[in-house]
């Protein structure tokens, strides 16, 4: 590695939200674990896996300043719709070697906090959810 200031940092992260620009965000997670099945093979003490699937999970992290998520999908929620959107993760740090985009499609949140507060303290919700399919719009290239 050249230098430290070439890892790229999150205080450059940006998150899209069905094309809307979601500026209270301090936080995002788009992860894709391998479900795997046991493959026993003869003359092999150890058990080789294969993967066979995969589960979809993210994670957006966002300041309480508005009820975005509430207008999102609150009523439809109430209403037995399965809503559905597509977030971006923009990742831009002036130092790296590049810019790193991902979407994620077929985003479905897992649960919508009505009201989370303490006194003297900072508001904060995080909204877990799943999706179907990802792409790379931009990745960092290797160096």
Do not use: H
């Amino acid at each position: 590695m050249e230098s430290a200031k070439r890892v790229i940092s999150g205080t450059w992260g940006e998150v899209w939200l069905d094309g809307e620009y979601v500026t209270e965000c301090y936080g995002m997670q788009l992860k894709v674990s391998f479900k795997k099945e046991d493959i026993a093979r003869c003359g092999m003490m150890a058990v080789d896996k294969k993967i066979t699937g995969i589960d979809c999970t993210g994670s957006v992290k966002m300041y309480k300043v508005s009820s975005r998520m509430a207008r999102k999908i609150g009523e439809k929620i109430k209403n037995g719709e399965d809503a559905r959107f597509t977030i971006i993760s923009k990742l831009d740090d002036p130092d790296a070697y590049g810019a790193e985009r991902v979407v994620a499609n077929g985003v479905s949140f897992d649960d919508l906090t009505l009201a989370d507060w303490e006194a003297n303290t900072a508001g904060k919700i995080e909204s877990p959810f799943t999706f179907t399919d990802y792409d790379y719009l931009d990745m960092i290239p290797e160096v």
